[in-house]
């Protein structure tokens, strides 16, 4: 059972509303998910690039939250649980995908050099440098990936490597292969 | 290369100004409520539709059922009809029915949606259930349901009528947690496998 070390108030509210979902209060549950819908939600949106697949990825990721719960510890926050359940979630999806559509490989490289054509040719309307969210949703999704999880959350590259199995190697291409065609974006 | 690192400084600013909550759809979590299967404390995780559900088996937790619906509304009649004495008795000019609002003050509607909410879960997982059940125990839930309801939409009245009365408020929560207790106690009803 989760028995974190709290400081104030607010620490501890949400430690009893983790532990009293880990005993099966779905009120409780309901409240850690109004807390972090919304954390979840911005991040399965940059994931994913597509408002129906957040949708459907943030719900799996709750759903998945509650069958694990019981396992937390608070060894991590509560969002990077979380968010290591919508990388988790969104690669088994992709690897899911990949099999159906008969793919041979699944290496991430090979996702990236494959799919940048598809994510490139989009046009990117960025005319006003506004629009980041939309040029972050155009890049192909193994790069897209790197740069949310790095870029825009935050996450170490030991914590992505940890997350998603990319050699740090990988992880530093996606990431610069990112950061060039957002410029590259930006620039046009 | 001065405009390359321009541009790259406003990329990094850009990513540092987004919104780091983006709020998902309305619905949604009450497709995720409905995924929620139920488990036990110390317990692993419980999948629906993990068998079949005889009322048969469990006579006692389905007497709890009836029991709860009735002592449910049974509290409320006797407490509303305590207030309809204490209006009947009133000057007249407070004694004048009003309309019975539409909505309950914010405090209460706000209370009614977290109950509503508790209440959709177990519903759902009942409703799920229900090809598996008996008739005869579909038939003894949805009467209790029934009853509960019918005690819930009293104290509503009632409550929306007369805002400040703490008893008809305390009767209006437990009505609830009456209800969302009979679906959870039927939900308890499914046999382990």
Redesign the interface.
């Given at each position: 059972m989760f028995d974190a070390t709290v400081g104030g108030p607010a620490d501890r509210a949400e430690v009893s509303r983790i532990a009293r979902a880990q005993r099966g209060d779905v009120d409780a549950f309901a409240e850690l998910y109004a807390a972090y819908a919304g954390r979840v939600h911005a991040l399965c949106l940059r994931l994913t690039g597509n408002g129906a697949a957040a949708r459907e990825l943030t719900q799996d990721v709750f759903v998945k939250a509650w069958e694990a719960l019981p396992a937390f510890r608070g060894e991590a926050s509560v969002t990077t649980w979380l968010h290591r359940i919508a990388v988790n979630s969104l690669l088994m999806q992709r690897r899911a995908d990949a099999r159906r559509s008969m793919r041979v490989s699944l290496a991430d490289d090979d996702e990236a050099a494959g799919m940048a054509g598809e994510g490139t040719s989009a046009p990117v309307d960025v005319a006003t440098a506004i629009d980041l969210e939309r040029a972050v949703a155009a890049l192909p999704p193994g790069v897209r990936r790197a740069f949310v999880l790095h870029d825009v959350e935050g996450y170490s590259h030991e914590e992505i490597a940890d997350m998603t199995g990319l050699a740090p190697g990988t992880l530093r291409a996606q990431l610069h292969r990112a950061r060039q065609l957002l410029t590259k974006a930006m620039s046009q | 290369m001065t405009?390359?690192r321009t541009?790259?400084q406003?990329?990094?600013d850009?990513?540092a100004a987004?919104?780091?909550?983006?709020?998902?759809?309305d619905d949604?979590?009450v497709?995720?409520?409905r995924?929620?299967?139920?488990?036990?404390?110390g317990a692993?995780?419980v999948r629906e539709h993990s068998g079949r559900w005889r009322l048969g088996r469990f006579p006692a937790a389905a007497a709890v059922i009836v029991a709860v619906a009735i002592g449910s509304s049974a509290v409320t009649v006797m407490v509303m009809r305590q207030q309809q004495g204490r209006t009947a008795a009133a000057p007249p000019a407070q004694a004048v029915s009003l309309p019975v609002a539409s909505t309950l003050p914010a405090r209460f509607a706000s209370l009614e949606r977290?109950f509503a909410?508790?209440v959709t879960?177990?519903q759902r997982v009942l409703d799920q259930r229900r090809d598996s059940l008996a008739p005869s125990t579909v038939a003894t839930v949805e009467r209790s349901l029934r009853v509960a309801d019918s005690a819930i939409a009293e104290a509503r009245a009632a409550l929306a009528r007369d805002p400040g009365n703490r008893t008809i408020a305390a009767i209006f929560a437990s009505n609830y947690e009456r209800k969302i207790d009979l679906l959870r106690r039927a939900s308890e009803l499914a046999p382990r496998t």
């Open positions: - | 405009d390359q541009i790259e406003r990329l990094a850009l990513v987004l919104p780091r909550d983006v709020a998902p759809p949604l979590w497709e995720v409520a995924r929620l299967a139920p488990r036990r404390a692993p995780p977290d909410r508790s879960y177990h």
